[in-house]
């Protein structure tokens, strides 16, 4: 009733998740002495987002409901909170994390946001997806979504880096 659609609905709800998820990190880094390694803010970024059902599932329909019935001003307003919040919170893992540069913080949280949406419906396949769940024949498409994305984001970083030295 409050809503002119379905997809608003999903945005708020995508929205209140997210905002959940920023105010957990940067709660974590306040904890922080400063010094995190790659290796142990990309466990943290993992088990943070891993551990929240609901806005993994969220980050892997968000592209198929913001291309649907969503007004575009509704779209705009959304991304600019996000934008807003994540720089925030970039600033905080730059801060907190060894070698992590300016501008960075931002980019990580958006390819942690990435790699989710994407890996998120292997880890927990539905439907007629979930038929090779327990078949050994086809463990090969098993993906623990926490330990993928831990592994994703050190690589991630490790480019970095790489593309530091080389530049």
Excluded: C
């Amino acid at each position: 009733m409050y809503f002119r659609s379905k997809e608003e609905l999903f945005l708020r709800l995508l929205r209140e998740e997210l905002a959940d998820w920023y105010s957990a990190l940067e709660a974590e880094l306040d904890l922080a002495d400063g010094s995190l390694s790659r290796s142990e803010i990309a466990a943290l970024l993992a088990t943070s987002i891993s551990g929240r059902p609901e806005l993994t599932r969220f980050l892997s329909l968000e592209s198929v409901v913001l291309e649907q019935n969503l007004d575009a001003m509704e779209a705009f307003h959304f991304q600019h909170w996000r934008r807003d919040r994540m720089v925030a919170v970039g600033k905080i893992l730059e801060s907190e994390v060894d070698g992590l540069e300016e501008g960075e913080g931002v980019r990580l949280l958006h390819r942690v946001q990435l790699l989710t949406a994407a890996l998120r419906p292997a880890a927990d396949p539905r439907g007629a997806a979930s038929y090779e769940v327990g078949d050994p024949d086809f463990a090969v498409f098993a993906i623990n979504l926490e330990k993928e994305l831990e592994s994703l984001i050190q690589a991630v970083l490790q480019s970095w880096v790489e593309n530091r030295e080389e530049g």
